[in-house]
């Protein structure tokens, strides 16, 4: 079946660059979704990409997606203290199919 | 952008009460919603998927008795949970896929049953 792996942790310096890794195992995935949690709060989108992306950047946000290894990473540069939050992976097949989530990262940011 | 809304984002309540949540999608319409759940220091699972017009199907593991799926308009779907326990305490969360676009979620509903 469909699953989505990441560490689960990460811990940076503030100022430095954060990068957050995730694999996937279906190929027919579509779409591929960064969301951010904070505690006790709900699911904000950081960014997707479609599957025939190869990046995508948004500001301090660039999402890397090697198709072939089912890898996607997010860079998030000069990481910043509001930046300590869990980041989930998740993908999708077509827009109505559910996501399927990683378990998260929670990266913490050291001032 | 689309808006999922979801209602209400926090409630208690007893033990043996049941408990109703509401997700509209408030400019599109959507025939299929997802419900998910999150435990503490868990992911996101799928629950279930909420189809207009007809039943719901749950994921395994699911009870259907329990967790009511109610789909009566294109853009309102309401998961309620019946004789709550403090083991339903999670956080709750819907979303609709918009056609053509990607998926919107609800802002969630953290439940504690005490």
């Known amino acids: 079946g469909e699953d989505v792996e990441q560490s689960l942790f990460l811990s940076v310096r503030e100022g430095d660059s954060s990068v957050i890794n995730c694999t996937y195992t279906d190929s027919s995935s579509t779409y591929l979704y960064w969301y951010k949690q904070e505690p006790g709060a709900g699911l904000q989108l950081l960014t997707y990409?479609?599957?025939?992306?190869d990046m995508k950047q948004d500001q301090r946000l660039t999402v890397l997606l090697n198709k072939k290894d089912k890898h996607l990473s997010l860079r998030i540069a000069d990481t910043q203290t509001g930046d300590s939050a869990i980041y989930f992976c998740?993908?999708?097949?077509?827009?109505?199919?559910?996501?399927?989530f990683g378990k998260g990262t929670r990266l913490s940011v050291i001032a | 952008g689309a808006v999922v809304s979801q209602h209400p984002s926090r409630v208690i309540c007893k033990s043996g009460t049941s408990v109703k949540i509401e997700c509209r999608s408030l400019?599109?319409?959507?025939?299929?919603m997802f419900w998910y759940r999150q435990f503490p220091k868990q992911s996101l699972m799928l629950m279930a998927t909420?189809?207009?017009?007809?039943?719901?199907?749950?994921e395994q593991g699911v009870e259907k008795d329990k967790f009511l799926i109610n789909h009566a308009s294109l853009t309102l779907s309401t998961l309620t949970v019946t004789s709550a326990h403090p083991e339903d305490s999670s956080f709750y969360i819907c979303s609709a896929p918009k056609q053509g676009e990607r998926a919107f979620f609800g802002q969630g509903t953290r439940l504690t049953v005490v």
């Open positions: 909420s189809n207009e017009g007809s039943k719901a199907t749950y």
């Open positions: 990409i479609f599957s025939n992306m």
């Open positions: 400019d599109f319409q959507a025939t299929t």
């Open positions: 998740a993908e999708c097949v077509s827009g109505n199919t559910p996501l399927v």
